[in-house]
Antibody
Framework: QVQLQESGPGLVKPSETLSLTCAVS?????????WGWIRQAPGKGLEWIGN???????YYNPSLKSRVTILADTSKNQFTLKLSSVTAADTAVYYC?????????WGQGTLVIVSS | QSALTQPPSASGSPGQSVTISCTGT?????????VSWYQQHPGKAPKLMIY???KRPSGVPDRFSGSKSGNTASLTVSGLQAEDEADYYC??????????FGGGTKLTVL
């Protein structure tokens, strides 16, 4: 059974970099599939952030591309989201998931609030 | 690229059927087989209900079905049950390694 768990600070100051990690169990991220991030602002819909493939190839939402970096650490079977220059508009629940242009497994999500 | 268009709300009585639409363009919904539907209960992570337009993951009741015609995909829930009350989101591959989501539909079981 594939399981994903997000972790990271729940509070980030404006203009700083948000950093979240997704730990994967039950499947090796180097074996295949893409691994991605989605976010959901309070009371709003889902927004795709980006994916990383086992080879390290990344794909990002064009609207966030200039601020997003996704990295994979295959030795720890985890991948990381970094979002720079955050503002209040980046306040959201952030989910990680396994992707095949469909998110079939999801983490439980972690709330990140951007505030001074 | 704009979000896919879903009605904000839908409703039905127990036992009835309800269909939720998801409208895009020929560059996303109409152009690819990668249309998915997700169910989200309050405070919970989304759950995959339909993938590749019509396929159901293991464990999803066959009351849930998907279809597509042109640039519009649809999710039909038959034999509505109280536990089907949730938000539903569609998504589609949109080319150039992009993914689009719909704005979500709140399904109410009357």
């Amino acid at each position: 059974q594939v399981q994903l768990q997000e972790s990271g600070p729940g509070l980030v100051k404006p203009s700083e970099t948000l950093s979240l990690t997704c730990a994967v169990s039950g499947y090796s991220i180097s074996s295949g599939y893409h691994w991605g991030w989605i976010r959901q602002a309070p009371g709003k819909g889902l927004e795709w952030i980006g994916n990383i493939y086992r080879s390290g190839i990344t794909y990002y939402n064009p609207s966030l591309k200039s601020r997003v970096t996704i990295l994979a650490d295959t030795s720890k079977n985890q991948f990381t989201l970094k979002l720079s220059s955050v503002t209040a508009a980046d306040t959201a629940v952030y989910y990680c998931g396994r992707v095949d242009w469909t998110f079939d497994y999801w983490g439980q999500g972690t709330l990140v609030i951007v505030s001074s | 690229q704009s979000a896919l268009t879903q009605p904000p709300s839908a409703s039905g009585s127990p036992g009835q059927s309800v269909t939720i639409s998801c409208t895009g363009t020929s560059s996303d919904v109409g152009g690819y087989k990668y249309v998915s539907w997700y169910q989200q209960h309050p405070g919970k992570a989304p759950k995959l209900m339909i993938y590749e337009v019509t396929k159901r993951p293991s464990g999803v009741p066959d009351r849930f079905s998907g279809s597509k015609s042109g640039n519009t995909a649809s999710l039909t829930v038959s034999g509505l049950q109280a536990e089907d009350e949730a938000d539903y989101y569609c998504s589609s591959y949109a080319g150039s390694n992009n993914v689009l989501f719909g704005g979500g539909t709140k399904l109410t079981v009357l």
